[in-house]
């Protein structure tokens, strides 16, 4: 099984709702990622989650907020977003999280801020 | 930082017909190259990776790429295209940071190919 899942596919959200994405894999892999991928454009990393822990966090706003529950779990709490947070947000995991690992990725949420 | 250079934002090609999709990466000592596709709707899928060895590497569905250190090179090629081809390539390097490695993505080339 090499499946990334994430839920919701879609998601419409007003700037004051509280929102989460979750994302979720099966593989034992031990690092996991949070891209924002704008339309036409390359994917951008948020954050780098290694064993459970918060290793890489690329100066995202705090209205975007990661939590790792254990190793196959992945969320991205959301809380008054601006319309120029629409975007595609893709979660990717990897065995260790090595430079030499293949990313899987997942199949997105496509969020839009109103 | 290493960064990630992809010449060509689009490639439209007939179907049949071959392709290169170039990459060029900064240099350093040791590096580690991917190419991605993402189709349509969809998240991205790796296509193959260049860690070591030989300088040419193949995918399942024949695509190639070759790593070239003395041009700091990485262009993907495929010698007769598919419609179902049709898609956004990425080229990617493997960058440390913090004690953690992360992808450096290039801007991404849409091939299109048509009938």
């Known amino acids: 099984d090499t499946e990334v899942t994430q839920t919701p596919k879609h998601l419409v959200m007003g700037m004051t709702n509280k929102k989460s994405l979750k994302c979720e894999q099966h593989m034992g892999h031990r690092a996991m990622y949070w891209y924002k991928q704008k339309a036409k454009k390359p994917p951008e990393l948020m954050f780098v989650y290694s064993y459970e822990k918060l290793s890489i966090n690329e100066s995202v706003p705090s209205r975007f907020s990661p939590e790792c529950p254990n190793s196959s779990l992945l969320n991205l709490h959301l809380h008054a977003l601006q319309p120029e947070d629409s975007a595609l947000y893709l979660c990717?995991?990897?065995?260790?999280?090595?430079?030499?690992?293949?990313?899987?990725f997942g199949p997105g949420t496509r969020l839009t801020v109103l | 930082a290493q960064s990630v250079t992809q010449l060509d934002s689009q490639v439209p090609v007939f179907e049949e017909a071959p392709v290169e999709l170039r990459c060029n990466y900064s240099?350093?000592?040791?590096?580690?190259l991917f190419w991605y596709v993402q189709y349509p709707n969809q998240g991205l899928q790796l296509l193959l990776k260049?860690?070591?060895?030989?300088?040419l590497v193949e995918s399942i569905n024949g695509f190639e790429a070759e790593f070239n250190k003395s041009q700091t090179s990485f262009h993907l090629r495929k010698p007769s295209v598919h419609i179902s081809d049709t898609a956004e390539y990425f080229c990617a390097v493997s960058e440390v940071q913090g004690g953690s490695e992360k992808l450096v993505f290039g801007k991404g080339t849409k091939l299109t190919v048509n009938p």
């Open positions: 260049y860690l070591s060895g030989s300088t």
């Open positions: 990717a995991s990897s065995q260790e999280g090595r430079g030499t690992d293949t990313q899987y």
């Open positions: 240099s350093s000592v040791s590096v580690y």
